[in-house]
Structures are given as C-alpha cells and as structure tokens.
C-alpha cells in the first residue's frame, strides 16, 4: 500500500532540474508534496485532488495522473535550499480521509 | 501565520517509563493527526482526531493513547517506553476545504528512550 518513490536520491547542480516520482497500486483520492531537512518537520509544499491536476509553489511544480495513480514532482532550475528528502503523502479512495501513506522518500542534494 | 505547536521539543526518558506528548493545532483547524517517524525513516500515521473525536488509528501501539480536548490541543501518552520507541513526533493539523486536506506539521517531539 506505501507509494513507490523514484529515484531514492538525486544529486543536482544549482540551477539543474529534476524529476522525483510518485506511484501506488491502489486509486489514490489526493497526493500530497512535503520536503523534509534533516531533523525538521515536513514541509507541506502542495496537494492535488483531482487527475489531470496541476500546481505550483515557486519553481516546483507538480501533475497527478488519476488512471495510472502516479503523481510526479518537478523540480526547475534548482537551487541550494531545495536540497532534502521529498517525502509523496497518499490519500486513497476508501480510507479514512487525511491518512497520509507516506513514500520512502527521495533525498534530494543541490550543490553549488 | 501561527502554526502547530508541540511541547516538549525533546524528552529523555527511560524504559517502562511513561510519556506525555502535547499539541496545540493551527487555530480554527478541525482535525489533528499523530505521526512517528523513526531515524531515516518515512513518517508512519498513528492517530487522528476530527471534532475531538476519534477519527482513525494506525500502527499505534496498545500501549500507547491519545485524545483530543474541548480545546482541541491534543495529547499522546505512551506507557511502558520501550526503546524501539525512540523517534521524531509529529503532530499535524488541517481543516478541510472542498475535500482538499491540507496538513500542517508541528516542529516535533525528539522522544528518546533509554
């Protein structure tokens, strides 16, 4: 049931883009972006509800693809503060709502 | 913007000791969740309260409960610590708004056992 996060990690040049995805084998009602520093809280970056949905938080933007349950986070011209662990939180159809089945995570590195 | 409030920020206790974990959730939010995460790991669903209610359990531990006050801060209390039990707390909060379930997390419980 957890979502399958690809790749687990990335490393990135400032100004670099980069692709993390999302996928789960159950249909998902909501996907939900957090980026996580070491020892920090998740950061609540977006939500997306509906298939074919797309939004954005500065330069990171991301899509959900309902029919194939996949969600994919992008990442554009990257800079040093993008750098930790991107965490895909699910909400399925049918569990209760505002359970979030976290993925294992993509550590993201920016260097200079 | 006032945000998710969790005390302590750390705690140092020993085994089969008992811990309070508080939370104090984002004004006017209407549900709060309980989550664990363990070092390197992804963080794992414990609890949730809507309306001071019980809205769902996790992978919450007998030994450990949980409630919501008129308040609505919530508290987590685990009994008979174990040390497998050593790791971040968070506390989340939402209110949701044309099924859109945004949640907020709290700085966290450092929860280390001995």
Same mark, same amino acid.
């Not at chain 2, 040390?83 to 044309?98: I, K, M, N, Q, V």
């Given at each position: 049931?957890?979502?399958?996060?690809?790749?687990?990690?990335?490393?990135?040049?400032?100004?670099?883009?980069?692709?993390?995805?999302?996928?789960?084998?159950?249909?998902?009602?909501?996907?939900?972006?957090?980026? *996580?520093?070491?020892?920090?809280?998740?950061? $609540?970056?977006?939500?997306?509800?509906? #298939? @074919?949905? +797309?939004?954005?938080?500065?330069?990171?933007?991301?899509?959900?693809?309902?029919?194939?349950?996949?969600?994919?986070?992008?990442?554009?011209?990257? *800079?040093?503060?993008?750098?930790?662990?991107? $965490?895909?939180?699910?909400?399925?159809? #049918? @569990?209760? +709502?505002?359970?979030?089945?976290?993925?294992?995570?993509?550590?993201?590195?920016?260097?200079? | 913007?006032?945000?998710?409030?969790?005390?302590?920020?750390?705690?140092?206790?020993?085994?089969?000791?008992?811990?309070?974990?508080?939370?104090?959730?984002?004004?006017?939010?209407?549900?709060?969740?309980?989550?664990?995460?363990?070092?390197?790991?992804?963080?794992?669903?414990?609890?949730?309260?809507?309306?001071?209610?019980?809205?769902?359990?996790?992978?919450?531990?007998?030994?450990?409960?949980?409630?919501?006050?008129?308040?609505?801060?919530?508290?987590?209390?685990?009994?008979?610590?174990?040390?497998?039990?050593?790791?971040?707390?968070?506390?989340?909060?939402?209110?949701?708004?044309?099924?859109?379930?945004?949640?907020?997390?709290?700085?966290?419980?450092?929860?280390?056992?001995?």
């Amino acid at each position: 049931q957890q979502p399958v996060q690809s790749p687990q990690a990335v490393i990135l040049r400032e100004g670099e883009d980069a692709v993390i995805n999302c996928s789960s084998s159950k249909a998902l009602y909501s996907v939900h972006w957090y980026r *996580q520093k070491h020892g920090e809280a998740p950061v $609540f970056l977006m939500i997306l509800l509906k #298939g @074919g949905e +797309q939004m954005r938080h500065e330069k990171i933007s991301a899509s959900f693809n309902e029919k194939k349950q996949q969600s994919s986070l992008y990442l554009t011209a990257s *800079q040093l503060s993008y750098s930790g662990t991107y $965490f895909c939180g699910t909400e399925r159809y #049918g @569990g209760s +709502q505002g359970n979030l089945i976290f993925g294992k995570g993509t550590k993201l590195s920016v260097k200079p | 913007a006032a945000g998710v409030i969790q005390s302590p920020r750390h705690l140092i206790k020993e085994k089969r000791e008992t811990a309070t974990l508080k939370c104090y959730p984002i004004p006017r939010h209407d549900t709060v969740y309980w989550y664990q995460q363990g070092p390197g790991q992804d963080p794992q669903f414990l609890i949730s309260f809507y309306e001071k209610m019980q809205s769902d359990k996790g992978s919450i531990p007998d030994r450990f409960s949980a409630q919501q006050f008129s308040d609505y801060h919530s508290e987590l209390n685990m009994s008979s610590l174990e040390l497998g039990d050593s790791a971040l707390y968070f506390c989340a909060s939402s209110r949701t708004s044309g099924g859109r379930n945004e949640q907020f997390f709290g700085p966290g419980t450092r929860l280390t056992v001995l």
